[in-house]
């Protein structure tokens, strides 16, 4: 789902696989990792990740309420546009590196044991592991990493045609080497793009197509296959025991749960009483008022059911109501920025949120490629040959959402509200929105959700006091993913989640070809000359520096166009989970760490199910 983004629908496996990492490394021959800057954490020979335990024992089940738990699935193939995927596919397929979860853009080898640069960074050239195979013991070679090259980029997703785009070809060296060539030399992303891929079996699907939703389960290549599952309820994945990559230093202390199992709910009441039955085990909470209120039970206050607050490092990104552009009634500025200044954050906080929130203001929030202040003197370097394209506050201190006085109501704000739509064109008559034709400004909301009503309660009288007329369109999660795919709302919650080393995925996001293209992440239909320019210049930059500077310059311009109406973050993860699971002293940097270092604990299980 898109609120909060989960990391397996189709919209987004590309930022999981193509965008979770960059790569540019020092073309000193074959190297066991990449990284966006040529810096790695881990020296070659390295025993395991340190936010891992290596002497994990392995067992026991995981039953998790996913960040995907509020909608449904009909299909276990997640690389196509058409069908609802279930979460967690990711745990099937290897690929040729894979990310260290504590460092921004690296990845270490998985098939492949070494990656090799040229000189210009033309090319790329991934030395496999003899031993890498599927589940049905056949081999993994170079045909089959070519092969799903050539079909992800033919007839996958458009998430991952468009990361692809300048990756010319994959050819196979000999059985374990493969060369991916580029059309542009001194790629940064695109090498790592290519690491991250997942590895499907060339003959599996030379009896299968691979443009059609299936629930027949994959051959797998990765620590887990698909155990029970029924569509639309719940999904397991049974850990392989016969993994080739079990005893590889990047999964050294990782995937250590027999059974991981997601389970699906409607809505967010019914889950939080699933896990209070002990009918799931684990629960992440967005639900503020939930969090505060309805964990007051006993098997809380005994610490059977424990409430963890894990730090979140990574940007909050971007999470807000998208103001969808292509429809002539939102295509005004000046009417999208109005519909911000409606919107009381303060009351909303103060109201339903118990204070536990932050006013999102940046589409990169809480990390380092914010843009704040004035633009740079490199800042205006890339903004300066658009300045007649943009509009002069691009130039100033970043839009930031107004603070209103916490009422609910505030007049000062509305009045502003007032102004910009009527600069726009749209008049008050008869307590009616109107143009110039008659036509009465209406607006749909599209949610799934009841909790999304109360949120919207107050926002939705704001925008009646102005003249709106608004509809809160309820819709089932199959239904809401289709109309998001396709373009077919007004206004959506949504949220993405960055990359500390964005790249190639900001195509997907704001890239003038996205707003064109159903089924990508260009919500609010943005296209615009200096936005795809700039996106280059993040592509392109060299440094961690050149990289802070390009997404400064492209969060100004995209916080000046007004795309959406920012929500809220907070730089936490609200868990609460049975006392039955341990887990390493470290946490991951940039991940729960959940699935990929807990593991089950059979001595407080036996405690738990004692008391």
């Not at 209120?293 to 730090?311: E, M, N, S």
């Not at 107004?402 to 910009?420: C, H, W």
């Not at 166009?561 to 868990?575: D, E, L, N, S, T």
Request: glycine content about 8%; aromatic content about 12%.
């Amino acid at each position: 789902m898109l609120y909060p983004n989960p990391p397996w629908k189709p919209a987004v496996a590309a930022a999981l696989w193509l965008g979770l990492v960059s790569a540019q490394a020092v073309a000193d021959g074959p190297r066991h990792g990449l990284s966006a800057f040529g810096d790695l954490k881990y020296p070659a020979g390295f025993k395991h990740f340190d936010w891992v335990n290596p002497d994990a024992p392995r067992g026991g089940r995981l039953t998790m309420i996913g960040t995907s738990a509020l909608t449904t699935f009909d299909s276990f193939n997640p690389f196509i546009l058409k069908g609802d995927p279930a979460q967690g596919l990711g745990l099937l397929f290897d690929s040729l590196m894979t990310p260290s979860l504590d460092e921004p853009d690296a990845v270490y080898g998985l098939v492949a044991h070494s990656a090799e640069l040229a000189p210009d960074r033309g090319h790329v050239t991934f030395h496999m592991r003899p031993e890498a195979s599927f589940a049905d013991g056949s081999p993994v070679t170079s045909a089959d990493v070519v092969f799903t090259f050539d079909v992800l980029k033919q007839k996958g997703h458009p998430a991952f045609r468009s990361a692809l785009r300048d990756v010319a070809k994959a050819e196979a060296i000999d059985a374990r080497t493969v060369r991916y060539s580029f059309t542009v030399p001194n790629s940064r992303d695109l090498p790592l793009a290519v690491a991250g891929l997942p590895i499907l079996s060339k003959v599996y699907y030379a009896t299968r197509e691979f443009d059609h939703t299936t629930l027949e389960p994959p051959l797998a290549s990765g620590p887990y296959k698909i155990g029970d599952y029924k569509a639309g309820t719940f999904v397991s994945y049974r850990r392989r025991d016969d993994y080739w990559g079990n005893d590889l230093p990047v999964h050294r202390g990782r995937y250590n749960f027999d059974e991981l199992r997601y389970d699906y709910f409607r809505d967010r009441s019914a889950g939080l009483l699933a896990l209070q039955a002990g009918e799931l085990d684990l629960r992440e909470e967005f639900t503020s008022r939930d969090w505060m209120t309805g964990y007051d039970i006993p098997a809380v206050k005994a610490g059977r059911l424990v409430k963890l607050t894990l730090p979140d490092e990574t940007p909050s990104g971007a999470q807000g109501f998208f103001l969808n552009a292509r429809r002539a009634k939102l295509a005004d500025a000046r009417v999208r920025k109005a519909l911000d200044y409606a919107f009381d954050f303060e009351f909303t906080n103060k109201a339903l949120f118990y204070g536990l929130y932050t006013r999102t203001e940046s589409f990169f929030e809480n990390s380092p490629l914010k843009a704040t202040g004035k633009p740079s003197a490199a800042e205006l370097a890339l903004l300066e040959p658009f300045r007649d394209q943009l509009p002069p506050a691009v130039f100033e201190e970043p839009y930031g959402p107004p603070v209103s006085n916490g009422s609910g109501k505030d007049r000062r704000l509305l009045q502003a509200a007032d102004k910009l739509l009527k600069e726009a064109g749209w008049q008050i008559k008869n307590g009616k929105r109107v143009n110039s034709k008659g036509e009465v400004l209406e607006l749909e909301f599209l949610i799934t959700d009841p909790t999304s009503e109360r949120i919207l309660t107050g926002y939705v009288e704001n925008l009646n006091r102005l003249g709106l007329a608004i509809n809160v369109r309820r819709v089932d999660p199959a239904q809401l993913e289709r109309r998001r795919k396709t373009f077919d709302f007004d206004i959506i919650s949504a949220r993405y989640v960055m990359s500390l080393t964005p790249g190639v995925e900001l195509r997907t996001l704001w890239g003038s070809d996205a707003a064109r293209t159903e089924g990508t992440r260009n919500l609010s239909g943005v296209s615009h000359p200096a936005i795809d320019a700039l996106i280059a210049k993040v592509i392109e930059a060299r440094s961690r520096k050149e990289l802070e500077t390009a997404t400064h310059a492209l969060d100004r311009v995209l916080r000046a166009g007004h795309h959406w109406v920012p929500q809220w973050y907070k730089p936490a993860h609200h868990i609460a989970y049975w006392d039955k699971y341990s887990r390493p002293a470290i946490k991951p940097r940039y991940d729960r760490g959940i699935t990929h270092s807990w593991w089950y604990d059979a001595g407080k299980a036996a405690k738990l199910k004692n008391n």
